[in-house]
């Protein structure tokens, strides 16, 4: 440098020693410890309160007979297989057509306008509230198609529901598979099929078991989607077929904590079924997360 | 860019002055009764109304390896890619004017592009195997293309990672995940995977950028072996590789093909003043 001079870096000692910068740094750590703190201890209450409250009336007759005495005694073994069967009947329908269609509106439509507001559209209607499609899934599939109050309408109106949040949660995880994945696999001579099948699902397949799971509770735990189309408030029956109504335990328990003359009695059975619900949803997470972890580790 | 970039037709007079440096293929005695395996004719590139290449004409010989040479954002890339129509998958992109492999036109309505893209290898820039572990990578593009037997697409991924100078390496450990290779490894595992499908033309697209110089000796000496039965095109940021591994040399700028001839005159005797100053690095 012509002339100027260097002025020298100053050295240790050279800086003031009071750094308002860790002061700040401290704080804001300390609000972000706060609001996890706060959320960890309100889950933990609640679980803490529903599974001393439940643990107490789940015994091996409340998982496996039916109500007696007008429900204040017995088991609740029909609203466990009802939700089982909704829960199943709904994914089944939801998860094949939902991927088919995330699949259909990330790869073989080009992006234009008109996709972008479908998909759109399908986010929105993930926020439509659940009672609104109970009184679609009443006009349609009990009234329209005839299927009465039964197992088939209750699935069809909870595939319905989560069709949504299953499409935007496939369609965020085949998104963020890398067009360079695609690329490689078209270069090599691959079909946009083959692609698809082998390079691109795969990939996103974590993802979309994420969605899945989500799913999954939500569809166990709605109720109001049930009420006008599958469920019933008594049954000593098991199903026979998709067209028998069914006990669910989302909307036993509203029924044991608004009907009925017995109170006290029915109460803790209440939180009896919000306990197995509660441990249905865990197992089925835990068994999608296994899943998730085994095809990550493999490749990761 | 060009202002007026937006034609309403694809071929338009060359403007004049003296930017117009858009050369004819030169036909030199040593070319002119060589076959020639990609034939590119007066093409436009757009993506969406920018123009990324202009006017550009070349001939690809078989069984040589053309470079492609040019200061970074110039169309390299974007030039090979079109030869396997990796352009398409890219919205908003159109092209005028004709790309001919051994005759027939690769954009033709008719033209089996899958069939296109297996014929035309490529390696690109950023290496890129799948998720998915050695083996399956290298067996992928057998697997597609119809290979069922074991034995022999076992055969044939060993023998691809032997010429991709891989195996060695990693022979013990086959089925484990390749994204768990260095950058390095990764790309000659993505040479290996080229190979495996047998090409006629293999577009390699700055292949030993992330290489060591022992391993870009070996991809330098893989590359003059793969000649004997495959066209190459290979896209460098090295003046020394691609005076020594080409037989011809493309040097681009601002999507234009400002220079194309044998390798031997153009980096000895450059005819035009823009290719020697980049060669001697005296450009801009
Ligand atoms: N997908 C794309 N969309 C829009 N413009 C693009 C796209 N890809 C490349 N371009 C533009 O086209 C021009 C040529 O890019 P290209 O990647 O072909 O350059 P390159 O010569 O390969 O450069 P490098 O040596 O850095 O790889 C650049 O101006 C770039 O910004
Ligand atoms: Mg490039």
Redesign the interface.
């Known amino acids: 440098m012509n002339g100027t001079k260097t002025v020298p870096f100053p050295r240790a000692g050279g800086f003031p020693k009071f750094h308002l910068r860790n002061l700040t740094q401290r704080i804001g750590f300390f609000f972000l410890f706060l609001s996890v703190m706060v959320t960890v201890l309100f889950l933990g209450v609640l679980l803490v309160f529903i599974v001393a409250r439940g643990i107490q009336v789940v015994n091996w007759e409340f998982l496996t007979q039916p109500p007696r005495e007008a429900m204040t005694a017995g088991g609740v073994a029909p609203a466990i297989l009802g939700t089982f069967y909704l829960t199943l009947g709904a994914i089944l329908c939801a998860l094949p057509l939902g991927v088919a269609c995330a699949i259909y509106l990330v790869e073989y439509t080009?992006?234009s306008y008109v996709v972008n507001l479908i998909r759109m559209s399908i986010n929105n209607l993930a926020g439509v509230p659940s009672v609104v499609f109970g009184l679609f899934g009443l006009a349609i599939f009990v009234k329209f198609f005839n299927f009465g109050v039964s197992i088939l309408s209750g699935s069809l109106t909870l595939a319905i529901m989560v069709l949504p949040s299953i499409i935007s949660a496939s369609q965020e995880s085949l998104l963020a598979v890398?067009?360079?994945?695609?690329?490689?696999?078209?270069?090599?001579?691959?079909?946009h099929w083959?692609t698809i099948r082998?390079?691109v699902i795969?990939?996103a397949l974590p993802g979309i078991l994420t969605g899945v799971i989500l799913s999954i509770g939500r569809v166990a735990g709605e109720t109001a989607p049930i009420i006008f189309t599958a469920a019933t408030f008594y049954t000593r029956m098991y199903p026979s077929s998709v067209f028998s109504e069914v006990m669910a335990l989302p909307y036993h328990i509203y029924a044991l904590m608004t009907e009925g003359v017995h109170a006290d009695k029915q109460a803790p059975i209440a939180f009896g079924c919000a306990f197995i619900l509660l441990c249905l949803v865990l197992c089925v997470s835990a068994i999608a997360i296994y899943i998730r972890q085994k095809q990550r580790s493999?490749?990761? | 860019m060009d202002k007026q970039a937006f034609p309403h037709t694809a071929r338009r007079p060359q403007s004049a002055g003296r930017q117009s440096p858009a050369q004819s293929p030169q036909k030199t005695d040593d070319t002119r009764d060589m076959a020639v395996r990609i034939r590119v004719r007066n093409i436009d590139f757009y993506y969406g109304n920018s123009r990324a290449l202009e006017k550009i004409d070349m001939d690809i010989y078989k069984n040589r390896v053309t470079a492609m040479i040019g200061p970074s954002g110039c169309g390299k890339s974007t030039f090979i890619r079109l030869f396997n129509r990796m352009n398409d998958l890219i919205p908003h992109t159109r092209l005028d004017g004709l790309i001919e492999l051994d005759n027939r036109d690769i954009y033709s309505s008719g033209a089996d592009v899958v069939d296109i893209r297996r014929r035309v290898g490529m390696v690109f820039q950023k290496p890129n195997p799948f998720p998915k572990s050695i083996f399956e990578n290298v067996a992928y593009g057998l697997e597609v293309n119809g290979i069922r037997n074991k034995k022999l697409k076992e055969a044939r991924v060993v023998d691809s990672l032997k010429k991709a100078a891989l195996w060695e390496e990693i022979k013990d450990r086959i089925h484990e995940s390749a994204l768990r290779l260095s950058g390095g490894q990764q790309q000659r595992l993505c040479i290996a995977r080229c190979l495996a499908v047998d090409p006629e033309v293999i577009l390699f697209d700055e292949p030993c950028a992330s290489l060591d110089p022992i391993s870009t000796r070996k991809i330098e000496e893989l590359l003059l072996e793969l000649k004997e039965s495959y066209t190459i095109v290979i896209v460098t940021h090295n003046m020394q590789q691609a005076a020594r591994v080409s037989d011809y040399t493309a040097f681009l700028y601002m999507g234009k093909l400002i220079e194309f001839g044998e390798t031997q005159k153009l980096f000895t005797v450059p005819r035009n003043k823009m290719t020697e100053e980049y060669l001697t690095g005296k450009f801009g």
């Open positions: 080009p992006k890398p067009q360079s994945y695609r690329e490689a696999s078209l270069a090599l001579g691959a079909s083959q082998k390079v795969p990939t493999k490749y990761g």
